[in-house]
């Protein structure tokens, strides 16, 4: 496996590898199998995988959570290694941004709901560090988790903008046994809230097999309820919307496609997660 720092050393090596496709998975680090199974994807569908390695700071609304985010340089390294990942980038943030000149989006209205209703500036910080890393290691595939099904919306939109080549390929959503999304997050819960985080998994499942009997505003209310009643849960939103636009419905027969989303405050860690309810 080789780790390359330098964007030039990184371009000289891949301008060897123009008959090989060339498969990318961008990640913040802290790796867990959830990581590891877009790796997986990469490997089965290209020739060469780049996996970055990156905390992009211009993705962070709040200094605190950028500040707590987890860093695991040589146990990623390691992981990276065992998953026989090709190539690791881990550029430091003057090696990404040198310029520190930053580009404006307008990903419209997929863009303004949700994460870019709570995260302002986020989806921005997001579409700057995938545009830069797709122009350092122009890739034939990018590989995304559907954990972050917005992000993921974001950057395929992102790639339709900047007409790239690089085909964006969505990943299932990874859960520990007890159906907790994995996330580098959950490294910053107590075993105990751990633990109880299932609730979040329980309660989307729930509306998954009780949307017949419900509305949509019941479903919401209930979810609320429930998760906050967990203590230090509170839910930030819980939306229903549908799964091409990510525009809220207020009735089930508004969309074919219709996914649950939410993010959770447990203390001062913040867990997003979605559900596919029907298609
Ligand atoms: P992150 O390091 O959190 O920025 O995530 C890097 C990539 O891994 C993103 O495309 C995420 O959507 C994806 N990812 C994170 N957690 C999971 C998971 N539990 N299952 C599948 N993909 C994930």
Redesign the pocket.
């Known amino acids: 496996m080789l780790v390359f720092e330098k964007v030039d050393e990184l371009q000289s090596y891949l301008q060897n590898c123009k008959q090989q496709l060339i498969g990318f998975?961008?990640?913040?680090?802290?790796?867990?199998?959830?990581?590891l199974?877009?790796i997986q994807a990469s490997k089965s569908k290209t020739d060469i995988t780049v996996c970055s390695?990156f905390v992009?700071p211009i993705q962070f609304n709040k200094k605190e959570d950028l500040d707590n985010y987890p860093r695991n340089k040589e146990t990623d390294l390691q992981l990276l290694k065992n998953s026989h990942c090709d190539v690791v980038f881990i550029p430091s943030v003057e090696e990404m941004y040198p310029t520190q000149h930053f580009k404006e989006y307008d990903f419209g209205k997929i863009g303004e709901v949700m994460e870019g209703e709570h995260r302002p500036g986020h989806f921005n910080g997001v579409g700057n560090v995938i545009e830069r890393f797709f122009e350092i290691i122009q890739p034939d595939f990018a590989?995304?988790?559907?954990?972050?099904?917005q992000?993921?919306a974001i950057?395929k939109e992102l790639a339709r903008q900047l007409k790239s080549k690089t085909q964006i390929i969505g990943?299932?959503?990874?859960?520990e046994k007890n159906g907790l999304?994995?996330?580098?997050?959950n490294e910053r819960l107590s075993i105990e809230e751990r633990l109880n985080a299932k609730i979040i998994y329980d309660s989307l499942l729930n509306i998954k097999h009780e949307f017949k009997s419900y509305s949509v505003e019941e479903v919401k209310n209930h979810f609320k309820i429930t998760v906050n009643q967990q203590h230090p849960f509170i839910v930030e939103y819980i939306e229903i919307a549908d799964g091409n636009t990510l525009q809220s419905i207020n009735n089930w027969n508004e969309s074919d496609y219709c996914v649950a989303f939410t993010a959770v405050n447990v203390g001062n860690v913040r867990l997003i997660d979605n559900m596919t309810i029907f298609n």
């Open positions: 998975v961008p990640t913040m680090g802290a790796l867990h199998e959830g990581h199974s877009l390695i992009n590989f995304f988790g559907e954990k972050d099904f992000q993921l950057v990943c299932p959503i990874y859960r999304a994995m996330s580098s997050r």
